[in-house]
Every structure is written in structure tokens, then in C-alpha cells.
């Protein structure tokens, strides 16, 4: 006698990292707390722990770059605005006026820059269709029949080229992006969101993604003024909404993140 059956066997899983963190007074009295860590369902003995130990914010920012510039088994225009964090982040512990004078020449700054120049121009010349903005990836691009704005792309990289201004200066980031460029994905951000806007109205339905909005305002500046949909995207309705169901903590805080930022961040 036999018997067949047909049994699903699935791939191994993507690593899983878990990670925590604590600060540590520069004092003789201190008493740490312990520090715990919940690992998920493992492959016993497949794992691998790494201890960071340093002073100041560095060390940990440094960790957070390498992770990002590690990030790159899929191409996609989401990774490639991710690695437009790190370089600029970097950079303020090697300018001139930083005690610390040796981060420029790290191994780890010198490959964020490589990543944050190589990122750029995939977003330039990869991933941004006219007039349609940035695109997830280049298949998407290249289906003309199917391609839409993703205003969530073009607020993403308007916020982190905002913060490049901010840190290596409009002249340095203007080698990188083009006027042309960001005013493309700004001009998509916006019919982006006049698109979504027009779907709610087609539906009978009430604008509530103040995710999203939040986020646009971040990239635009709180001084842009939609002219379309006015009584949805302003940003007064915004903050009339920041205690609705439709604003999550990430909402709040980046409400709150745009005021700290306006007074340092020039939009102009």
C-alpha cells in the first residue's frame, strides 16, 4: 500500500531583528536597569547578538546607517529615499564646527555618501515618471496604462531633501536634485492629493487621511495653500481633526515634529 499527499513547505523566513536600547548617566552612582528582550519563534542557535556601547549619540546613529545602507536586496523608491537619511545625519558630527573631526573620515560616513549620491540619482532617473512623480519601482514606471500618482512617495522625499538642505546646504543638494526634479515631485504631491480628494467626493465620502496630510505638510511647509478641496487639506482642518480616530500617534507626532521643524528647515 502507498499513500500521496501534497504538503506546502514554505522558505526559510527574512531575518528578524530586535533591538532595544538605554542611556546611561555619566555618573559614579548609577544604577542601570536591566534591559529585556522578547526574541520571536527562532531556529535554535541562528541567531546573532551585537552590542553597541559608546558616547553620545553617535555610535547609534552610525549603527542606524549601516542598517540602512545594508538595505538593498530589492530596488524600490521607498528603499532609495530611506538611504537619503543617513549621509546628512552623519555630516553633522564631521563638519567643521564638531568636536568630532575624525567622522568624516569613517568607513560608515564615507559609504553613506556613496549611498546617498547612488540613491539620488535612482530616484531621478529610475523611479520618477512625468508628470506622474516617483513611482515604487521601475516596473510600475514603465506601465503607462496603470500609472497613477503616489503622493506618499513624493512627501517622503520632500522631507528628506528638506532636511539635506537643512544640514549640507541647498547648494551641495542641488547637485543631487535638480529644481526640475523637486518641483516635479512637488507638483505630483499635490495632484496626488486633489486625486484622493476627488475619489472621497465621487463616493460621497469625507476626506481622512490625515496620515498622508500630515506628511505632505512636513514636505510642503505649512504655508501652502491648496486651491483646490480647501476645506479638506488645510491645515486647519488638520489640527481640527488631531484627536480623531483618523490621526494616529505617528499623525500627532509629525504634527508636532512640523512646528520644531519650521523655525530650522527653509522650504523656500
Not at 217 to 233: K, T
Amino acid at each position: 500500500d502507498s499513500f500521496e499527499e501534497s504538503i506546502s513547505v514554505l522558505t526559510q523566513q527574512e531575518d528578524v531583528y530586535v533591538a532595544t536600547s538605554m542611556a546611561i548617566d555619566a555618573s559614579k552612582n548609577i544604577n542601570p536597569w536591566p534591559e529585556n528582550l522578547i526574541l520571536p519563534p527562532h531556529v535554535p542557535f541562528s541567531g546573532d547578538l551585537f552590542i553597541d556601547v559608546g558616547i553620545g549619540h553617535l555610535p547609534s546613529i552610525e549603527n542606524y546607517a549601516v542598517s540602512l545602507n545594508d538595505y538593498s536586496s530589492y530596488k524600490s523608491a521607498m528603499k532609495s529615499i530611506s538611504k537619503l537619511s543617513g549621509y546628512p545625519s552623519l555630516y553633522v558630527y564631521s563638519s567643521p564646527d564638531s568636536s568630532d573631526n575624525d567622522a568624516k573620515k569613517s568607513s560608515i560616513f564615507l559609504e553613506s555618501k556613496t549611498e546617498y549620491e547612488t540613491a539620488a540619482k535612482e530616484l531621478v532617473n529610475i523611479f520618477t515618471s512625468d508628470p506622474f512623480g516617483l513611482q515604487y519601482s521601475s516596473s510600475w514606471r514603465d506601465h503607462t496604462e496603470y500609472i497613477t500618482y503616489d503622493p506618499y512617495l513624493d512627501a517622503y522625499a520632500g522631507y528628506f531633501i528638506n532636511y539635506s538642505n537643512n544640514i549640507l546646504g541647498k547648494s551641495t543638494v542641488s547637485k543631487y536634485f535638480s529644481s526640475d526634479s523637486q518641483a516635479l515631485w512637488k507638483n505630483a504631491l499635490v495632484q496626488g492629493l486633489y486625486d484622493i480628494c476627488a475619489r472621497y467626493q465621487e463616493y460621497d465620502g469625507v476626506f481622512n487621511n490625515f496620515d498622508l496630510l500630515r506628511l505632505s505638510y512636513i514636505s510642503l511647509s505649512r504655508d501652502w495653500q491648496p486651491s483646490s478641496y480647501i476645506d479638506w487639506l488645510s491645515w486647519d482642518n488638520l489640527l481640527a481633526n488631531v484627536d480623531s480616530p483618523s490621526c494616529s500617534n505617528s499623525c500627532k507626532a509629525y504634527i508636532a515634529l512640523n512646528y520644531l521643524l519650521e523655525d530650522n528647515i527653509k522650504y523656500k
